[in-house]
């Protein structure tokens, strides 16, 4: 199973994951010129995409949806409230209704020989997810784009072998910061996004001796700084758990413009 983050960010989120046989796409966020780029450096193209996973309907990861449609006819997974939202949208009018497939929560289906489970996410969005894809006994989770996590979000997350976990912001950076106080409530919030803090504390309970990557993703431009986001995060496993050296762990920050290592496992 091959796993990389071409772009993760508060300005557009895009991950590509797939076997020797089936390629997919979780959000398409950035635009198709940027997609198409990073998967020529994969040897794929926009026509070897067999379908295209969608967590919500916000622009940072809908954004080239529209445009890669006119590219591919793969179709694009979505929860049957993303869809409606989307179909809504000015953005999306020229998309074939068709093209949308409703998935549901806890739902398994399979994307050629990727078996595909839906996770919930708490996210002022209209119905939104974070996908756990498997092949064979090997698994793959994007869980971005959420205000808290429960024992529901440990239990999806657990035995993963590559993870990429939203740490959204420093508290303090936004406290500080130029935000207005209502949107700072909103990240803040329980439907908004998780601090560094709490990728941290998350991460501590989903470790296993067999994770390959943990990427550290959805980071804010303002609010955060990739060096902070690391250290934090390496600070709490320190302190919620001591069978792990956070030194020794896969760790690496997911780049808002460029495309990560492709990881194999």
């Not at 089936?22 to 950035?30: A, K």
């Not at 990739?226 to 302190?239: K, N, S």
Request: charge should be neutral; glycine fraction near 6%.
């Amino acid at each position: 199973m091959r796993f990389q983050s071409i772009a993760s960010g508060s300005s557009g989120n895009c991950i590509y994951m797939g076997t020797d046989t089936t390629h997919v796409l979780v959000d398409v966020g950035i635009s198709r010129k940027r997609t198409m780029e990073a998967l020529k450096k994969l040897d794929l193209d926009l026509r070897d995409i067999d379908g295209i996973f969608i967590t919500h309907e916000h622009s940072d990861h809908i954004a080239g949806l529209p445009m890669i449609c006119k590219k591919t006819e793969a179709p694009v997974y979505a929860t049957q409230g993303t869809i409606r939202a989307l179909l809504r949208s000015a953005k999306c009018a020229e998309i074939d209704p068709a093209r949308f497939i409703p998935v549901q929560s806890d739902c398994r289906f399979t994307v050629g020989d990727l078996t595909v489970e839906p996770m919930r996410i708490s996210h002022d969005a209209a119905e939104p997810v974070g996908y756990r894809v498997r092949y064979g006994r090997k698994k793959a989770c994007v869980c971005t784009d959420l205000g808290l996590y429960t024992d529901y979000t440990v239990e999806c997350l657990k035995d993963s072998d590559v993870v990429l976990l939203e740490a959204n912001h420093d508290v303090r950076m936004l406290e500080v910061g130029p935000y207005p106080w209502p949107l700072k409530q909103r990240i803040l919030g329980a439907r908004g996004h998780l601090s560094n803090t709490s990728s941290g504390e998350l991460l501590s309970r989903i470790l296993n001796d067999h994770m390959k990557a943990v990427f550290l993703g959805h980071l804010s431009k303002e609010n955060n700084l990739p060096e902070l986001a690391y250290e934090t995060v390496r600070l709490e496993l320190g302190f919620h758990q001591d069978r792990y050296r956070a030194e020794e762990l896969p760790i690496r920050v997911a780049d808002r413009q460029k495309a990560s290592a492709l990881i194999e496992f």
